[in-house]
């Protein structure tokens, strides 16, 4: 049993055996993940590939802690140190909580918020993280080199451009490689490069961010970690707000030095162009090779920020961006326009009353979630109330003002957009909601309704609502705000 030695580990830490062990999912991550815990306590059981690697997050994770920086806590790690047990910071990533805004390209101001807060506290990784950091500990290699910018760019042109059947002239492309690794090496600094600085990586626990999965940083430019989180391909910020997300990091950063802020964004844009290319290289590996769907589905939003950036280098690549211009033209690149089209999901949401029963799921997928709604205080009870439904306005402002509703249906949406955001990444068609109360006429029908308008103005998909007990069925569209 390969969590044998994660259970062992759990036993030598607190005393007991762990009551249940459950594997979730690692992304693009070698190495595997489980929730080890009692009724008591949780925390995160890791089995990684390298011990190098292991402990090079372990040790980064203490020496980021003593900075007072939110990184997971390190309770035990294996003789071999192959395993160790980390912090549980919850199931909820940065990635998750934007999941509305990245959908319906809309971020609301509670995303807004977050993001900013997170790329705040990245100088104070950059810089107080580097201070006393020995880089000779830093596993792929101490620092951003000459051979980190050629390995990159051969990457991206195996595991890419060459996949794209693309033809051209080897000894050309090379030629302008060289000059870009030549300016991007202009620019390195002592600063703590993350180098895989973005939203799967920031845990979110009681509104603060929490930050996982440094252990391939090193020495390095600053704007490469901004590069990375403002201009992730698949979460696809407007322009506004990426402007915004770097006037948010660049007063951060003047904690610590002085900025022109001029200068400053002229030289990021140089590196969102090499970034760009290496999540290409990455997205085509794990796609293309390891036929990994979600990595396929992101290539066009990477592709996207490529064309964006490629009127800025033509006088000094003008050989490369000639190619890359090719590239991106192709139709298979083309982004979807989820203005125009569904994606395969169906939501169904329904009301309903317990005296009757739950609904039945007609998609014979077992169902989905089921909301008791009795707890929200009952307009019901009072005759005046009693001939309307949750649809009329006078319910609505009962509930809204004294039915303490909010609380409640502020977790469902967090429920409901962290369930669709994974349905829609695994292609899954069917998702089911039911709210009930004791008759499905005013609570179960209202918070019914607020959920098929929550999910409407953030997902392009096809929902159908239904309130059971009062012969109601409609299907609502997309309508984004």
């Known amino acids: 049993m390969r969590t044998a030695e994660l259970e062992n580990l759990f036993r030598t830490y607190t005393g007991v055996f762990p009551e249940h062990v459950e594997e979730f999912s690692s992304s693009g991550s070698n190495r595997t993940y489980f929730r080890l815990g009692t009724r008591e306590f949780s925390c995160i059981g890791v089995i990684g590939q390298v011990a190098e690697e292991n402990a090079t997050f372990c040790e980064l994770a203490a020496h980021f802690a003593s900075k007072g920086i939110r990184v997971p806590a390190i309770y035990a790690v294996s003789e071999d140190g192959m395993y160790y047990l980390q912090e549980d910071l919850g199931k ?20 807004i918020a977050l993001l900013k807060k997170t790329i705040a506290e990245l100088p104070k990784i950059q810089i ?6 020995d880089f000779s500990r830093c596993f792929h290699r101490q620092e951003f080199n000459e051979r980190s910018v050629i390995f990159d760019l051969h990457y991206f042109k195996y595991c890419f451009l060459k996949a794209t059947g693309l033809e051209y002239n080897e000894e050309a492309l090379e030629d302008d490689f060289m000059k870009l690794k030549d300016d991007l090496l202009a620019w390195n600094g002592d600063t703590f490069m993350y180098r895989d600085f973005q939203s799967r990586n920031v845990m979110i626990r009681d509104g603060e961010p929490y930050f996982i999965d440094f252990q391939g940083g090193m020495k390095g430019p600053l704007y490469m970690d901004v590069a990375s989180f ?45 970034r760009t290319l290496q999540v290409l290289a990455a997205y085509g590996f794990r796609g293309n090779f390891e036929r990994k769907r979600h990595f396929l589905e992101s290539i066009p939003y990477a592709v996207a920020n490529l ?14 961006c000639e190619v890359f211009g090719k590239m991106v033209s192709m139709p298979r ?14 939501v169904r949401i329904f009301s309903f009353s317990y005296r009757k029963g739950i609904p039945d799921d007609e998609s014979g997928n077992g169902g989905g979630y089921v909301f008791d709604c009795r707890a929200i205080h009952n307009p019901g009870k009072y005759k005046e109330y009693k001939s309307l439904t949750g649809m009329d306005r006078e319910v609505k402002e009962f509930l809204e003002g004294r039915g303490e509703v909010q609380p409640f249906l502020d977790r469902v949406y967090a429920l409901a957009d962290t369930h669709i955001e994974k349905y829609l990444g695994r292609g899954f068609t069917d ?3 039911a709210f009930g109360c004791t008759g499905g006429q005013h609570r179960s029908v209202y918070c019914a309704e607020a959920l098929a308008g929550h999910i409407a103005s953030r997902y392009n998909i096809e929902i159908d609502l239904v309130h059971r007990e009062q012969g109601i069925e409609r299907k609502i569209r997309w309508q984004r705000q």
């Open 307 to 320: 064309r964006d950036m490629l009127p800025f280098f033509e006088y000094r690549y003008p050989y490369m």
């Open 230 to 274: 403002v201009w992730q391909a698949r979460s696809d910020f407007p322009p506004n707000l990426k402007d915004e997300l770097v006037g948010t990091y660049i007063e951060a950063l003047r904690r610590y030095r002085d900025v022109d802020e001029d200068e400053f964004r002229k030289n990021l844009r140089l590196f969102v162009f090499f």
């Open 128 to 133: 107080e993280g580097a201070a006393d950091w």
């Open 92 to 111: 909820t990533s940065l990635f998750d909580m934007i999941a509305g805004g990245r959908i319906s390209g809309k971020y609301s101001p509670e995303d």
């Open 431 to 433: 998702l089911m909601f």
């Open 333 to 346: 690149f083309a982004k979807k326009d989820t203005s125009e089209s569904h994606t395969g999901l169906k």
